[in-house]
């Protein structure tokens, strides 16, 4: 498991229980990709408080992610 702030740390499991393949890229973002290779970048520290952890959770919706409401 990658380290990720605690805001995130739900998504990545979320993610990586779904079979998609998450892993920090050099400028320390996260990259999520999916099964069938659409891929969503995130902060891996979200400081603009929880509308960028709201953001995410929508893009990886929109790419098929199966996530709580």
Known sequence: MIRVDRE???????????????EKTNGGHLRFRSPTGDIVFSPST???GLRS???????LRRKGLDLPR
């Open 8 to 22: 995130m740390r739900p998504l990545v499991v979320a993610a990586t229980e779904q079979g998609w393949e998450v």
């Open 53 to 59: 952890v709201e953001n995410t959770k929508a893009e």
């Open 46 to 48: 979200p400081r603009r």
